[in-house]
Structure formats: C-alpha cells, structure tokens
C-alpha cells in the first residue's frame, strides 16, 4: 500500500543569525513514511526538530534538501495541492484575538476553499466538535487558555483534511483540556483521519501512537511501534526491592543466584534498596519474593518499572526526555 | 480573487475591531484638521487696522476718506483694512477696538503701542497742518509706521497710504496750477479742486478682482489646506501601520498560519495590501466629507477621484516598503511613525509649501509625495484646475508608487 506520507532525505539548514558563517542544521535527512489512517507522533525534547518537520511538511518553510511527498503531491512542487490534503494545528495560538470563535473559523474556512451554507454547517459541527457552540460569538482575547487551544484545533480540522498535522497542542493547557484534546485526537482518528502527533511529553505519545518516530538533535534516531522500539533497545524490566540494611548483601547473592534474574544491583543513593532487571519483570516476581519468603527476608517494599519511550530516549541518548 | 478579498476584508475588520484604529484613522485626523484649519484661517483672514492720527483739518478728513474707500475694497470676500481714526474714537467701528483709548493718553503712543504688539498692520500720522502745507505747496511728511518683520504689509500700507496722498496732492496741485494759470481767486480754485477731485474719483483704471471655486464665506479659509494636507498626512501614518500589521501576525503565528492556507503566498501579501488601502481611502473619503462640511469646495470632482486614489495608493506603496525593513514591533512603529512626519511638514501638509525657502521646496519635490498631492488639491480647491492641470503631479505620485513598490517588493519577505 502506497504511504499517505513520504519524507525523503529531508534537511533544513537556517539562514545564518548574524548573516556569517553557516547556520543551524535543524533537520539532519530524516526519512520515514506515514500509512493512511495511523496515528504517527514524533517525540523528542525541545529543539529536537519536530516543528521544523512540521513546518516543512506544511509549506510553511522550504526544506534545504529532500522533498516530502503527500497523497502523491511534492510540497516542494506543487504546495498548495499538498495544502489542500493537509490541516494544521500549530503549537501557538494562530488566531485573531480582536474577533468572534465564529469568525475566525469562517475567515480560514473561506480560505481552506468552503462557502456559502457548506461553511456554516461546518463551522457548527467544529464548534460542536470543540465544545464551543454556545461561546461562538464571543471575542477570542476572552477566553481561557484551554478554550484557546481548541479553537486553534478547530481551525485545523474545518476543511476535513485527510491528514492533520497537530504541533504540541497540549503545551500549557489544564489537565481537563489536554485530556478533551487527546480524546478528539482519537475521535478524529477514529472518523479516518490520519495524524501527525508531535510532543515532548512521553505518555502522550505511548497514549495516542499507532507508531512513534524518536528525534534528538534534527536527527530521526529511534522509528517504529512501541513495543518494537524496546524490544530493539533491549531495555528491560526493573525490579526496585527496600529490604532491611541487614539483609541487603545476602539478598542480592540470593537473588542472583535466580535464573529469570538477569542482575541485581545496591542502590547507589540508598543502601536499602535493589535493583533488579529481568526480560520479564511481572513473572519474575512471584520467584523473587518465593526465594526471599524461604531465607526469612521480607521485602518492606516492592515496585516494578516497565520499560517506555521514556527508558528508550535514555537508552539512546543518554539523556532524559525533558532534560 | 476570493481569497485576496477574504484576506483584505478580515484584515479590516480586525482592525475596526480596536478601539485604538479607530481613533487613528478619524478621531484624531478630524480634531487635528478642524483645528489647524480654524487657526490657520483666522490668521489667514483677518481684516488688519490700520490707525489713523490726524488734525481735522479738511484735507486729512478727505485722506481718512480715501483710504477708508481703499480699505473697504475685497480681496477674496475679505475686507483689505479698516482705518481707525483715533482722533475721533467714537466715532469709529466695533473693529477699531478703541475701547482702551482714553482723552488722557496720547493717540500717538496708543497708535505706537498697537503697531509693537501687532493689533495693527500701521500706524500713519498726518501733520496738523496737512491741509495748509499742501495747498502752500510745502513739503508735507506723513509718519507711517509699520510691523516688524512684516515686509509684505508694510509695503501694502505704504503702498495705498501714497496712492491716497497721490490723490488728493494731485488734485490740490491741479487746481492750484489751473487757479494760477487763470488769475483765480479762492473760489474758483475751490472749484476747479473739486472737479479734479471729482474726476478722480471715478477711477478711470479700475482693477477688477475674481477668485476661482472659492466663493462667499469660504474664501480663503484654512480648510483648504488643513483638511488634505491634515488627510495625507494620517493616510500615511495609517498605510505606514502595515509594518504593524505583518510584524504583529507574525508574532501571533497568524501569519505563518495564512502560508499554510492552499493558496499562493502572493494572495496573502495582495490581500493585506488591498485591505490597509481600503482602510486608508475610507478614512481619507470620511476627512474629505468633513472637510466638504466645513466648506471645502473640492473642485473637479474626476480629478480628486483620481487624486485620492493615487495618493492613497502610493501610501500603501510605502507601508509595504516601510515593512520591509521593519523587523520588529518597535522597529515598525517608530519608522512607521517618523518617515509620515517628516514628509508632512516637508511636502506642505502643516503650512503652505510657499512661505519655505525655495531650497526646502525643492528638496521636498524629492522626498515628500505629499508636496504634489497638496499642490494637486491647492489648484483644485484655489484655482478650478482639472484632471489636465493636475497631470505632472499624479504622474509625480505614480513614480513615488513605482519606487516604494519596488523597493518593497524587492526586501520584503512574508514569512
């Protein structure tokens, strides 16, 4: 099956600041493709690239090199054939704060190409959509933040684009908004939109993705479906045991001694505790505690720790995802 | 063309939005206007005083006569002076003011002090014994003074005070000469006085005075020049905001959320210009409504079609330019704000351009198309001009177009 998205070799290189010497290398050739239908996001901290990618694919800026192709369209070639697949939801507030929900809508609607009775149902089924209906007359500058945000999606969505591209839509939103965001991300989704995700928060991605690209540093360093991307990092589960000081060095003779434990390791911040990793975690553990219950030690605290996108980005980088 | 007049009629509508824009584009425009105006065209129109300080005798009454006769002649609807004759106070018009003029002080330092603080064009004096002196044949001083720093009405004064004394020293001289020549006595020189006088006085050289368009009330009023030059000088200010705008909406990401409508950036950039010219015109059509209110009498109605529209375009011209060196809000306002306010001065929006040196004016030919959109509207609204006699200056503006278009067109980047 041909991919709805095909991002070949893409590169960006900005112009320099002071006009001297060469300027950033934001995009370093990322390639990947997008199925019809998948919810995709791009994860990675800030600077990594996402929005550039973004902008690229959206014909907001020219790539340096590469060319992104959308439902057989070159946005390099032919940018307003791509922008008529395409809505957007930028990371910032593009909107008119001086007028109405209402009339910003119709104002870019009449722009995605609609008009007349078409546009009018539109724009109430978006209000609907967004929750806004009964504030739709209601200046923009009056709203909270979250109300804001979902204007800002509404926007994006008016046209009924095949593919939505959604910027960091929930930076800076209340816990309830960022919730009835990821909720109409799915609703969208499940009506036969495909989406482009981009986020710095890891559960967002884990939440919403079908697959999930990792970028750090204009570089695409980790590319597939979760369980895939752990799997491939050979990240595994960890056992974090709090034990008696008295029992520590015994314990962790004993439990090595284990076969579905792969090693144990002291705390180095608190000499109470171990640190075990198994391929395994949730069936290691009954032989854990079995062992420990026959030598009388008992554990005074038990936690298991899965490997995420969160463990991978560490894994890869070395770094942590907000760092 | 959808798109662009999408663009350009929400552009507006934000901006009729604020309060603020508002106060720009009219308020202001309209206080500042009917104020120069008004200030402008009472000092424009002012009928001047000129005091008069003479000894009754037959003679000076007749020279009062006369050059009151001069005085109440109208030069655009407006009187050229009033003689005030201070030996007779009471006697005199409310626009005398003589009031302040009492038996105990001296005529001559009242008529002096009114010179110095410029309540009168002049002051003349004639002699106690004008008559005597003129009918001996003896040489006759009149005092005249004047207001400094005023060659142009002091030349005016001098000018009609030596055409009445032409007159009746002409007539006295003719009759004496004829009373001698015919062994006369004192009444047939009295008579032959009065016939020269007489013949005289029906002015055999009569200057007759017409003004174009401008007529009754109107004439000479400030309006003419406050209200277009007022005008074009906000028009610019409002074109100029466009830096404003593109700044602004790049900086809410509206801006860079039009690129990524299906549509070609340069529908974007069209529309916002259509938009801010439109914004423009209607604040310039609602001045010129005022000004239409307050009297101005606009002339060929073609011609200032074509005019504001020109003009009105070349500041649009100039906002795009203005924007394209712009790179932030601080940046676009200030520049925004300075270039306006240097070509309105400099073209003659605050003053009329002729009372400038000469350098000035030239210089401004260069610099300000606000010096040939107000020379275009003076010979409308002063001279009856036409579209033809207003061609050099709309070809004056379509260059200054050409050149902040494309200088505009040349830097500026949308995105």
Redesign the interface.
């Given at each position: 099956m041909t991919p709805l998205v095909e991002i070949h070799g893409l590169k960006k290189r900005y112009a320099p600041k002071n006009g001297a010497g060469e300027g950033n290398l934001a995009v370093k050739g990322i390639s990947l493709s997008i199925q019809k239908g998948e919810i995709f996001s791009l994860l990675g901290p800030n600077g990594a690239g996402k929005t550039t990618t973004i902008?690229i694919m959206?014909?907001?800026?020219a790539p340096t090199e590469g060319d992104v192709i959308i439902g057989g369209h070159s946005i390099t070639k032919n940018a307003?054939?791509v922008?008529?697949l395409?809505g957007?939801v930028?990371q910032?507030?593009?909107?008119?704060?001086?007028?109405s929900a209402r009339?910003n809508l119709e104002?870019?609607g009449?722009?995605?190409?609609l008009g007349g009775a078409a546009l009018a149902k539109r724009c109430d089924e978006v209000l609907e959509f967004i929750g806004l209906r009964d504030r739709q007359r209601e200046?923009i500058d009056t709203f909270s933040g979250g109300m804001k945000r979902r204007v800002n999606i509404g926007?994006g969505l008016l046209h009924k684009p095949t593919l939505v591209f959604m910027d960091e839509p929930t930076v800076g939103v209340d816990p309830q908004s960022r919730r009835s965001i990821l909720d109409a991300v799915k609703a969208l989704n499940q009506q036969g939109m495909t989406v482009l995700y981009t986020t710095h928060y890891m559960e967002e991605a884990e939440e919403l993705s079908d697959r999930v690209g990792i970028m750090d540093h204009g570089e695409l360093i980790a590319l597939g479906k979760q369980i895939e991307l752990i799997q491939q990092t050979g990240v595994k589960d960890a056992i974090i045991l709090k034990l008696p000081s008295e029992h520590i060095e015994a314990a962790q003779t004993l439990l090595r001694a284990l076969p579905v434990i792969s090693n144990v390791e002291v705390d180095s911040d608190h000499s109470d505790k171990l640190h075990l990793l198994s391929d395994r975690g949730r069936q290691a553990l009954p032989h854990v505690i079995r062992a420990l219950d026959e030598a009388n030690m008992i554990p005074t605290a038990i936690q298991i720790s899965e490997p995420n996108l969160e463990s991978v980005f560490l894994h890869l980088t070395g770094r942590a995802l907000r760092d | 063309m959808r798109n662009i007049l999408t663009v350009a009629f929400t552009q507006i509508q934000v901006q009729l939005a604020e309060r603020g824009t508002l106060i720009t584009l009219f308020v202001v425009p309209i206080i500042m206007m009917i104020a120069i105006g008004t200030f402008s065209g009472q000092a424009g129109i002012s009928t001047g005083r000129i005091d008069i300080i003479q000894g009754g005798d037959p003679l000076a009454q007749q020279f009062v006569l006369l050059l009151r006769q001069e005085g109440a002649k109208e030069v655009s609807g407006v009187r050229l002076f009033e003689v005030c004759d201070l030996s007779a106070p009471n006697l005199q018009s409310e626009v005398c003011a003589l009031d302040g003029l009492t038996e105990a002080e001296s005529a001559a330092a009242f008529a002096t002090a009114r010179v110095d603080e410029r309540q009168s064009l002049a002051a003349v004096v004639l002699p106690a014994t004008f008559s005597d002196d003129l009918q001996a044949g003896r040489k006759v001083e009149i005092g005249l003074k004047v207001q400094s720093g005023s060659p142009f009405a002091a030349q005016n004064v001098q000018r009609y005070v030596e055409a009445v004394n032409a007159r009746i020293s002409g007539a006295v001289i003719a009759a004496k000469a004829v009373t001698e020549l015919a062994n006369g006595d004192s009444a047939f020189y009295a008579g032959v006085y009065t016939a020269a006088e007489a013949a005289w006085a029906t002015d055999p050289v009569r200057v007759t005075e017409t003004t174009s368009t401008v007529t009754g009330g109107q004439s000479g009023s400030g309006f003419g020049q406050s209200v277009p030059g007022i005008g074009s000088m906000f028009v610019l200010i409002n074109a100029a905001a466009l830096a404003q705008i593109f700044v602004t909406e790049r900086q809410r990401y509206t801006l860079q959320r039009l690129i990524m409508m299906p549509m070609p950036r340069s529908h974007i950039l069209i529309g916002k210009l259509f938009g801010q010219f439109l914004l423009c015109l209607g604040s310039f059509v609602v001045m010129l409504g005022v000004g239409s209110l307050l009297g101005v009498q606009w002339g060929d109605p073609v011609a200032l079609v074509v005019l504001v529209i020109l003009f009105t375009l070349c500041a649009t011209a100039l906002g795009l330019a203005i924007a394209a060196v712009a790179r932030s809000a601080s940046q676009a306002a200030s520049i925004g704000f300075l270039i306006p306010m240097v070509m309105a001065p400099l073209g003659g929006a605050w003053w009329p351009l002729e009372i400038t040196p000469q350098a000035m004016q030239t210089v401004a030919r260069f610099l300000s198309p606000i010096t040939w959109s107000q020379e275009a509207f003076g010979t409308l609204i002063y001279y009856g001009g036409t579209l033809t006699d207003i061609l050099p200056n709309l070809a004056a503006l379509l260059i200054f177009t050409a050149v902040f278009f494309a200088f505009g067109a040349w830097r500026f980047r949308l995105d």
């Open positions: 902008s959206s014909g907001l800026i307003v054939a922008k008529k395409i957007v930028p910032e507030i593009a909107l008119y704060p001086e007028l009339t104002f870019f009449r722009l995605q190409g200046r926007v | -």
